[in-house]
């Protein structure tokens, strides 16, 4: 099958198009022909060994994905398909249902075929939805369900996030949205149109605005991008609020922290635990409308790497997808 593949860590130019063996399903895994993927910057921050991030988050990087070289050759977590096998002990699945999901750590989505656990995150694809949609459905929203579930009940409640325009960000206004929240969506100009269009309340451009000098106050405020501080938002997070973190592990401290000090909570934990319950809820809230993955662009799989670089501007509004086969 064909795969994109890499055998070093590094910029998008190790990503290379190889002929690879398909991989052989388990008993309990179905085999995917993977229709569309996602290039996301959790597929970027492990091809370059989080190096970006500091010597000692690419450290903890190699620890999991391979010290010396990536364990896996295949990057790609996102993936929309259809089953095309199914091992002898698969009983929801079956060939020709049309599913997306997330394969997180496990990777493997950049190819024409990748196997999946029945009881990992996978669901079947809503109707009406096509496979470019649902490929980009998951990462955001799940980790937006993660991070707002921390904050407690919504519902009713001023809810701010900021780098709303992001794929955690989009999908973050409207599970906020989904929750009863009053969101106010902070991006740049780029975004306000989209994030406009996807339902938040009110949305500000933080080159025109600064949110924390508003009046308003917000039972939580979201970074959905990994560039705000606590210090900076606790001026508008209400008493017995919480700020939501993505990123950083300076968030880890304050989070244990503020758990036994203060008024307001910072709540970042990791590793998330994602459940294919919450894969079936994006279906279901796909299927009500309540929920559209945004896709600013659709790459063919051979031009992965400016794909990938691309992701790695920061700038993208929602998700890229990749184009892996045709269908
Ligand atoms: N997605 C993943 O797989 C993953 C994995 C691990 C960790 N994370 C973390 O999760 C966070 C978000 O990831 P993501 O994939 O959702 O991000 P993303 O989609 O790459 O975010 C891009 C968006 O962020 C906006 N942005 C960039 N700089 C900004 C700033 N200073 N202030 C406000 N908005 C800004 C950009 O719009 P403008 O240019 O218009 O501002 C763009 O629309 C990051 O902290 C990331 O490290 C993500």
New binding site residues.
């Given amino acids: 099958m064909k795969a994109v593949v890499y055998d070093r860590y590094g910029p998008p130019e190790v990503l290379r198009i190889e002929e690879v063996a398909r991989p052989v399903p388990r008993d309990d895994e179905v085999v995917v022909r993977v229709r569309a993927a996602t290039v ?3 597929d970027c ?1 492990t091809r370059e060994a989080n190096r970006s991030n500091g010597l000692v988050i690419s450290g903890v990087s190699r620890l999991v994905s391979g010290i010396r070289r990536p364990r896996q050759p295949i990057l790609g977590t996102e993936f929309a398909g259809e089953v095309v096998a199914a091992g002898p002990k698969v009983t929801r699945f079956g060939a020709g249902d049309r599913v997306f999901g997330n394969t997180a750590l496990r990777f493997g989505c950049h190819a024409e075929f990748t196997c999946v656990p029945e009881a990992a995150l996978v669901a079947p694809v809503p109707a009406g939805v096509g496979f470019a949609e649902a490929a980009a459905a998951t ?2 929203a799940l ?1 937006a369900l993660w991070c707002l579930r921390l904050a407690g009940p919504v519902n009713g409640r001023r809810v701010l996030v ?2 709303a ?5 989009t999908a973050a206004v409207q599970v906020a949205k989904h929750f009863g929240a009053q969101v106010t969506a ?6 306000v149109a989209v994030v406009q269009a996807i339902g938040a309340d009110r949305v500000i451009d ?1 080159t025109k605005e600064d949110f924390t000098s508003d009046r308003d106050r917000y039972f939580s405020v979201f970074d ?4 705000e501080s606590f210090a900076h938002c606790r001026g508008v997070i209400e008493p017995g609020g919480t700020y939501l973190a ?2 950083g592990p300076r968030n880890l401290l304050l989070g244990l922290w503020t758990a036994h000090f203060g008024d307001q909570k910072v709540m970042f934990k990791l590793p998330p635990r994602y459940t294919q319950q919450d894969v079936v809820l994006i279906k279901e809230l796909m299927e009500a409308g309540t929920y559209r993955p945004v896709i600013d662009r659709v790459y063919p799989i051979e031009d992965v790497a400016e794909a990938a670089r691309y ?1 790695e501007t ?4 929602g998700n890229v997808v990749l184009a892996v086969s045709d269908g």
């Fill in positions: 996301n910057r959790f921050h990462d955001g980790n900021y780098g325009s992001g794929a955690i960000g902070v991006c740049g100009p780029a975004g933080y959905a991008v990994g560039k993505t990123d992701v920061q700038q993208k509004i």
